[in-house]
């Protein structure tokens, strides 16, 4: 008898409906959609040097209870409409995570936090999420990991990331030549940055790659490049990247493909060594490198949730705590509030010290 050679590894399959059939289900209204447009435009006019307002990603490692995103979502818009004369703020909004062996792989692929991986719940419920913050008048940020996932609901993100374990990835790099808003690269997880300025150069032309449409359909897409492309220093294996070396290191690297640098630095990862309560040392070596002229650092990230520290995910989740993350250690919303106000003061200090 013949062995199978077909599926040896499948246990079952299951069919996922179309994006088309998402976007139908949760429409985006034509008011929204003006909103994210702008956006994107603003996000990218920061990239280019064009506005001099600082960029701030800053939100949950990680979205699991949709009910605590729309609280901190409220909360982060009031700030973001105070400080608009000198921030530009994105709400974090991560429904995947990137794993280096085993642990829960965000609330798109497992929004029941069971291990059954409901994908189209997952679907639904980040589309509807998106929606709600689109309304609220905040722009989001995601990191694009699954290379279909985008055909679902990128028409509501304003930004988005490629982390530091896909940077190297050639359909990472393809994908993000078509994406219609801003990308950032994170330098590789060794702390490599030529990685990360490679992905920029490739993005920045056109591809072709394979994927679905909005019918579901397999297609072939040819991509213009991307020129709204940037760099995110977020530490590695050998050690913290947010000193000023690395941010010579950085503007260097860039100019060398003829690219005008534009870093974003991220508070967390290696940068603090994934210590929430060293967060804060990041985004203050940040706020002094603008005060001495590095205009290159055009954003800082930060991991950030209503409650400070994190939690395990328990097997009954009604025991979560509300405002805890589940995946990296957050900052606390008095801490962001804090550091928020600073950099708007410091950047306004900065902006009257350069016009006297």
């Known amino acids: 008898m013949t062995r199978e050679i077909y599926n040896v590894n499948i246990e079952s399959q299951t069919a996922l409906l179309s994006p088309h059939c998402l976007k139908s289900a949760f429409p985006l209204e034509d008011g929204v959609a ?35 995103a729309i609280d901190y979502s409220k909360r982060l818009k009031e700030l973001a409409d105070e400080h608009s004369d000198t921030l530009l703020i994105v709400m974090r909004v991560y429904f995947e995570k990137p794993r280096t062996s085993l642990g829960w792989r965000g609330l798109v692929v497992d929004p029941n936090l069971d291990g059954l991986y409901n994908i189209s719940k ?19 940020g995601t990191e694009v990991l699954d290379p279909i996932i985008p055909q679902y609901i990128a028409d509501l993100v304003s930004w988005a990331a490629i982390g530091a374990r896909t940077t190297e990835s050639q359909i990472h790099r393809e994908i993000s030549s078509g994406l219609s808003m801003p990308v950032g690269f994170k330098n590789g997880t060794d702390g490599n940055l030529s990685i990360a300025v490679n992905a920029i150069k490739s993005a920045r032309h056109s591809h072709s790659f394979i994927g679905i449409n909005q019918e579901g359909q397999t297609c072939i897409f040819k991509t213009r490049g991307n020129r709204n492309v940037h760099i995110i220093l977020r530490g590695g294996s050998s050690g913290p990247n947010y000193y000023e070396e690395d941010i010579e290191e950085a503007e260097n690297l860039l100019a060398d493909i003829g690219v005008r640098p534009s870093i974003l630095i991220d508070c967390s990862h290696a940068n603090s060594s994934k210590k929430y309560v060293r967060q804060a040392r990041v985004f203050h070596a940040a706020l002094d490198l603008l005060s001495r002229g590095r205009r290159s650092v055009r954003g800082i990230m930060l991991e950030s949730n209503i409650n400070p520290g994190r939690q395990e995910i328990s097997k009954d989740i009604a025991r979560l705590k509300y405002g805890f993350s589940i995946t990296d250690s957050c900052i606390g919303w008095k801490e962001t509030v804090e550091l928020i106000v600073e950099a708007s003061n410091e950047f306004s200090r900065i902006k009257d010290t350069v016009e006297k």
């Open 34 to 68: 003006k909103s994210i447009v702008n956006f994107r435009d603003e996000i990218s006019r920061i990239i280019n040097h064009q506005d001099e307002r600082l960029l701030i990603i800053v939100g949950p490692c990680s979205i699991h209870d949709v009910e605590a």
């Open 122 to 140: 997952g679907l639904r419920t980040a589309r509807q999420l998106l929606i709600k913050l689109g309304e609220i008048g905040l722009p989001a």
